[in-house]
């Protein structure tokens, strides 16, 4: 078998196992030296925006090179560059060549090969380079190899970029199908399913469970007195007042309009679960009153109506605990309401 049937043979092994950069690069670089002749073989990536070249995978096999693998040189000092902006694949003076590559002058690299990994898009990521301190000429094999060897590498290096884009961008879609875009709270969807996970955490851990509905009394008003502007704005505000009255431990959600939901551990089921949940609406009552500092405007806000249940997660369904609170809010808001019509008969007697 000649050298270059064996160096294929074992190219076609490489890439059809490799399932990583790694994979594929380590024996490449191998495979690399053995054509080149030279002592050391690397694979460098140019990171620009920070001024630097890493070697991130290196093989030396002889014992007057050896090439730092995990290293960061100065972009500067790097052979790589004067290679790339050159155009020139190979050099045997590479002192001579480029007199202020440092690195390669404290290394004590003589002779130098070189072929840049670009993407898709024709973006450098890096260079694939062999290395010798001494002057090796360089065989005819050598630059094909090394030219195919930085498109494979080139070619991997865009697959896992947009595999690591699919990732990102499957990610950002569950994360908004589970956000509010106004709030950045979660939303009801997100709630629910968080709830039935708290449940069921209570029920293994013998605790109730705290539900909170918050409902934006006169809300409408201020929409249509100010617009739907100020009225995001408004809601917006509110809901990180809402966050700052909540334990860490707790999820605060949007649950539709004007409507905002708590939800949280409580104490355990063998006490009085009341305490917990009437400590919860207070907390959540008192942080929705008072002056509300808007881009534009302030308003002075009376109050939302606050209903908090805590419920035996044992024998209770997330949307059977969702109801009971908002029945719990809706007393609320009809013993506001009677308040206030109270208070304007006996302003009027």
């Not at 020139?88 to 002779?111: E, P, S, V």
């Not at 881009?295 to 806000?301: A, G, L, R, S």
Request: proline residues 4%; hydrophobic residues 45%; negative net charge.
């Amino acid at each position: 078998m000649s050298a270059m049937e064996f160096l294929i043979e074992q190219l076609s092994d490489s890439v059809s196992s490799a399932k990583t950069l790694e994979d594929l690069a380590r024996p490449m670089l191998e495979m690399l030296e053995a054509a080149t002749g030279l002592e050391s073989a690397y694979l460098a990536v140019v990171e620009p925006d920070k001024g630097r070249q890493h070697i991130l995978f290196a093989h030396n096999a002889g014992d007057g090179l050896a090439i730092p693998e995990g290293a960061y040189v100065p972009w500067t000092d790097t052979l790589c560059r004067h290679a790339l902006e050159e155009d020139r694949i190979y050099t045997d003076d590479a002192g001579g060549c480029w007199g202020d590559a440092q690195a390669a002058h404290q290394l004590g690299i003589q002779t130098c090969a070189s072929a840049p990994v670009k993407t898709d898009d024709g973006e450098i990521y890096g260079a694939l380079c062999a290395a010798s301190a001494r002057q090796t000429p360089l065989p005819p094999i050598a630059e094909p190899v090394l030219r195919l060897f930085a498109r494979l590498i080139g070619q991997q290096v865009e697959r896992e970029l947009t595999a690591a884009k699919l990732r990102k961008a499957s990610a950002d879609l569950a994360t908004n199908a589970a956000t509010d875009a106004l709030t950045g709270l979660p939303n009801r969807r997100a709630l629910v399913d968080a709830l039935q996970r708290m449940l069921a955490q209570g029920a293994r851990s013998g605790q109730s469970v705290l539900v909170g509905f918050v409902d934006m009394d006169d809300f409408k008003k201020i929409n249509d007195a100010h617009g739907h502007e100020v009225g995001d704005e408004f809601l917006s505000a509110m809901a990180k007042q809402l966050a700052n009255s909540v334990r860490a431990s707790d999820m605060l959600a949007r649950f539709g309009s004007d409507e905002f939901v708590v939800i949280g551990l409580g104490p355990a089921l063998g006490e009085s679960p009341r305490t917990g949940a009437r400590a919860l609406a207070d907390r959540l009552a008192e942080n929705t009153i008072g002056e509300l500092q808007l881009k534009h405007m302030t308003i002075d806000y009376t109050g939302a109506s606050v209903g908090v249940v805590a419920v035996d997660p044992r024998t209770t369904s997330a949307e059977e605990a969702l109801r009971q609170a908002d029945v719990a809010m809706y007393a609320v808001k009809h013993s506001r309401r009677n308040m206030i019509h109270d208070a304007g008969a006996t302003l009027s007697d």
